[in-house]
């Protein structure tokens, strides 16, 4: 039986082709494909910005400038980012602190249950001028462990992984804040997306008029007959 899925309802943003957006928001294609690369840092899932359609643009921007990353599965010509009103439902939400320590533990429990000739994934950067550290093998390894150990022991499944990511260079000396950080979101439970949207454009008089000072609310007086 399928459960209804709980939890807040988020705007979020994926960056594709523009072919790719069209064909979801009009129903060819039911729902965006889950990724599975090594580096994913959220383990498998449709990823999403949460809230930050600039972002998702950027993107899908630099996976069509640099197609050697293979940031996607196929080739981006027409980079564009799509929008999907998200339910996070049963989250492993990794910006709260019960979500680091699951993560944490389940690190602990790798560690301790592999063998002497085995060793784990590491992450790593993709190139020299990578200063963060983009390939992200052994979170995706701790994650993916995570979900499979949930079902493992008839634990509920996470519908939905999410995370804070800093990343690029500081926005000034000493900071805190990296000019390309973000909020992510991988979809494991496609019941999740409530539905898909072309981002609207905005109009040349956004409040339509309505932004105006009316008049003050008043009327001429009728007077009762004698």
Known sequence: ??????????????????????????????????????????GDGIYFFEDDPVRAQKFAETAAEMPALRLTAKPILRPYAVGAVIRLGHCLDLSKQNGIDEFRLAYETLVQSMGEEQELPTNRAASQEDKEGILHH???????????????????????????????APVCP?????????????????????????????????????????????RKKIRSAK
Not at 10 to 39: E, F, M, Q, R, W
Not at 140 to 161: C, E, K, M, P, W
Not at 179 to 186: N, P, T, Y
Request: aromatic fraction near 10%; include cysteine.
């Open 138 to 168: 052994l979170d995706r390894a701790i994650i993916n462990f995570i979900h499979g150990q949930r079902l493992s022991l008839g634990q509920q499944a996470y519908d939905t992984v999410r995370g804070f990511f800093w990343q690029g």
């Open 1 to 42: 039986m399928m459960r209804d899925i709980a939890g807040p309802a988020v705007v979020a943003y994926h960056g594709c082709d523009l072919s790719v957006a069209t064909d979801v928001v009009s129903g060819s294609i039911p729902h965006l494909l889950p990724s599975k690369n090594p580096y994913d840092w959220l």
């Open 174 to 218: 000493t900071s805190a804040i990296g000019r390309l950080s973000h909020v992510q979101i991988a979809v494991r439970n496609t019941a999740c997306v409530l539905g898909y949207f072309h981002p609207q454009s905005p109009t040349a008089d956004r409040f339509q008029g309505l932004e105006r000072i009316p008049p003050p609310p008043y």
